[in-house]
């Protein structure tokens, strides 16, 4: 009898340990404002669409506008700066500040008197359309 005592001890604590419900791993909520607010966005697409598929027209930017940062703060200012080139370097670097908010249900973000839809924003994109004219624009930003 002794002889299955240690193989039985080995099996339940075996088991035992093995049937253990692991820790869940706390889920953290990000919301919106922390994903928009987290650093500085850099514009990396410009897309046209007249009411068929988008297409880029990002080649035809110069290169000195492509470098540009948009930095939305959590007091609901945001600023846009010139990159490390500028097109005028007797440009300041600011070149555009107002207040931007979300709308209700948070599907919308408005930029003073610019509203615009958002398609995708997580950690590391922003994506927004808006109309301009006849034209609906799409641009795309990263981290």
Same mark, same amino acid.
């Given at each position: ?15 035992? !340990? ?22 500085? +966005? ?15 027209? +990002? ?42 908010? !979300? ?26 359309? !808006? ?9 795309? !930003?990263?981290?």
């Amino acid at each position: 009898m002794r002889k299955y005592l240690i193989p039985a001890l080995f099996l339940v604590t075996t088991i035992n !340990f093995t049937s253990c419900k692991k820790d869940d791993v706390p889920v953290v909520v990000v919301t919106k404002t922390q994903l928009l607010t987290k650093s500085p +966005w850099k514009q990396v697409d410009s897309e046209v669409s007249t009411g068929g598929a988008f297409t880029s027209d +990002w080649s035809s930017w110069d290169a000195c506008d492509k470098d540009d940062l948009t930095t939305f703060k959590t007091d609901k200012t945001y600023q846009a700066t010139e990159g490390a080139t500028k097109c005028n370097p007797a440009d300041p670097d600011l070149i555009d500040s107002g207040t931007w908010d !979300f709308n209700s249900d948070e599907t919308k973000l408005i930029m003073d008197v610019l509203s615009t839809t958002i398609v995708k924003l997580d950690e590391t994109d922003l994506i927004v359309t !808006f109309k301009y004219g006849v034209n609906e624009v799409r641009i795309s !930003f990263k981290h």
